[in-house]
């Protein structure tokens, strides 16, 4: 087999540079020809996805905004020991560790806990390192279809725990149906 | 004249003005539509049902634009090239004949708002003083885009000009009247003048692609060589007009090609319509049928504007003066031949 028979494509096509003859100088076939493919987008399905009312479905291992969870009693799963933001390739993550109180055995789960934790959400590439990092299951990238949205001030991108932690409801109503189980 | 001759006058032009911005308007939409289509897109959708609301919204935001202008010496020739493009697009509608003629409160009405016996001239003539829109409006710009796209324009213009003249003139030689009215009756039946003229059809086809600016012609205003030609400098509604006067244009395009090859307002059937269904019903159908016949040719302009690239500028006087021309001129000897077939085989002795 010579190399000018090889088609991995099984498309090629050798360039010819004969001279035209009088019909092909005339174009008015190769017109016709360029019409009836233009035609025949007229009844292909079209491409658009009718974006507000209509989203595009997503990867079943779609990576969303990140939470930080709780456990079955409702105390925050994170003890703030770093290794998240030490995996961050964006560097998007901060915290600040403070100590637990005896009166907050209910709120946290171990002794150390994230007093501040923000993630920069312009930072942030969603690639999910800061979930396999962390030895505790505290924080998830989950399927949230929302987006981070559009704001005029930096400040505004830069989520703390308010956003991020799993709201507490969710956290007992997750502890009751693995409860009935 | 009495007086009704005048109201049923006022009131077609009025109709026929209406339906020209109305189609001009329309167009818009369409093409933007037709666009969308054929590149396997949705098109404008958001303003009213299916997007037919659209051209509100583009003639609300152009109202609202910045009137700007160049600091040009000609600021009267700057206004006055929009409005002879308007104007001249307008004009064009007063001879073609929109159906034969309506039988309404006892009297005969043409439908048609005047029937000049030189209206084929007429259409020439206008059409050919739509170029002085574009050349006064590229030349008071004072911007060397916008008068190269008035140069290509005016030399685009008069050589197509030649050979849209010589493609009608076998035509003219067939039909012996340069009455619109007249050729589109000579067509009842399907005695369609393409079929006839074939050759004619192709030639003036392509004229008036050329005539309207359309892609593959549109070298006047072409944004990737010269910003937007002739209304690069242009802002608002007067940059609104001379699109508006582009649509127009192609609309009226349309309509002549409709009138002049594709039979005008007769439709297979239409003396049976006339003795059964009576004069009104017969023709608002036939009027009905050019209508479908000149959207057709609309819809034809923008399929080829997404298939044909446009031509290189000496490429452009390579077709118009070296094949269309010649073209014409063998057209023009192959009619007069076959009128004249009888006399020549009687010359020849058969």
């Excluded at chain 1, 007093?115 to 998830?140: Q, S, T, V, W």
């Excluded at chain 1, 725990?161 to 969710?170: E, G, N, Q, R, S």
């Excluded at chain 2, 009213?48 to 051209?55: C, I, S, T």
């Excluded at chain 2, 309509?255 to 002049?260: H, P, Y």
Aim: glycine share 6%; charged share 20%; proline share 3%.
């Amino acid at each position: 087999m010579s190399i000018e028979s090889i088609s991995l494509s099984g498309r090629k096509k050798l360039v010819s540079n004969k001279e035209m003859n009088f019909w092909e100088r005339m174009y008015l076939i190769a017109i016709v020809k360029g019409l009836i493919i233009t035609i025949q987008h007229l009844f292909r399905r079209k491409v658009t996805i009718q974006y507000p009312e209509q989203v595009r479905t997503m990867s079943p291992v779609y990576r969303g905004q990140h939470q930080l969870k709780r456990d079955e009693q409702g105390r925050e799963n994170c003890t703030a020991c770093g290794l998240c933001a030490l995996s961050c390739p964006a560097e998007a993550i901060t915290m600040k560790a403070a100590e637990r109180r005896a009166d907050e055995k209910h709120l946290y789960r171990e002794e150390k806990y994230a007093e501040i934790y923000e993630i920069n959400m312009l930072r942030c590439i969603f690639c999910g390192l800061c979930e396999e990092a962390c030895p505790k299951d505290a924080i998830y990238l989950t399927t949230s279809k929302v987006l981070v949205p559009s704001s005029y001030e930096r400040e505004d991108f830069i989520y703390g725990k308010d956003k991020l932690v799993m709201p507490l409801d969710i956290a007992m109503k997750n502890a009751q149906l693995k409860n009935v189980k | 004249m009495d007086s009704t001759i005048i109201i049923e006058k006022s009131v077609i032009i009025v109709a026929v003005f209406a339906l020209t911005m109305l189609m001009a308007m329309y167009s818009t939409w369409a093409e933007r539509k037709v666009a969308a289509w054929l590149q396997d897109r949705v098109g404008p959708n958001r303003a009213g049902p299916f997007g037919l609301f659209q051209p509100l919204a583009d003639g609300l935001k152009l109202f609202s634009k910045e009137e700007f202008e160049p600091n040009t010496p000609n600021r009267f020739l700057f206004f006055v090239g929009p409005a002879i493009a308007m104007s001249t697009a307008l004009m064009t509608s007063a001879v073609i004949p929109w159906g034969d003629k309506l039988h309404l409160f006892g009297r005969d009405i043409l439908l048609q708002a005047t029937d000049l016996n030189i209206g084929l001239l007429y259409f020439f003539g206008v059409v050919s003083v739509g170029v002085y829109g574009i050349m006064i409006g590229g030349w008071a710009s004072n911007n060397k885009f916008s008068l190269m796209g008035a140069v290509r324009a005016a030399s685009q213009m008069v050589s197509y000009e030649v050979a849209m003249g010589l493609s009608m003139i076998a035509l003219l030689m067939m039909t012996g009247t340069l009455s619109l009215r007249e050729i589109s009756a000579q067509q009842a039946g399907m005695n369609w003048n393409v079929f006839y003229q074939p050759l004619s059809f192709v030639i003036f086809l392509i004229c008036a692609f050329a005539e309207a600016n359309r892609t593959p012609f549109d070298l006047a205003e072409c944004e990737s060589e010269l910003i937007g030609g002739y209304h690069t400098e242009y802002s608002s509604m007067k940059m609104g007009f001379y699109l508006f006067a582009e649509y127009a244009n192609m609309f009226i395009s349309s309509t002549i090609l409709a009138v002049l090859f594709f039979g005008g307002y007769n439709y297979p059937g239409m003396s049976w319509a006339v003795e059964n269904w009576g004069v009104n019903i017969a023709n608002v159908l036939g009027f009905g049928a050019l209508f479908i016949k000149l959207c057709g040719f609309i819809f034809f302009f923008m399929w080829v504007r997404w298939t044909i690239p446009r031509f290189r500028y000496d490429q452009l006087m390579h077709l118009g003066w070296r094949i269309l021309i010649p073209l014409s001129i063998i057209n023009i000897m192959i009619v007069g031949v076959v009128i004249l077939r009888a006399e020549i085989f009687a010359y020849l002795g058969f």
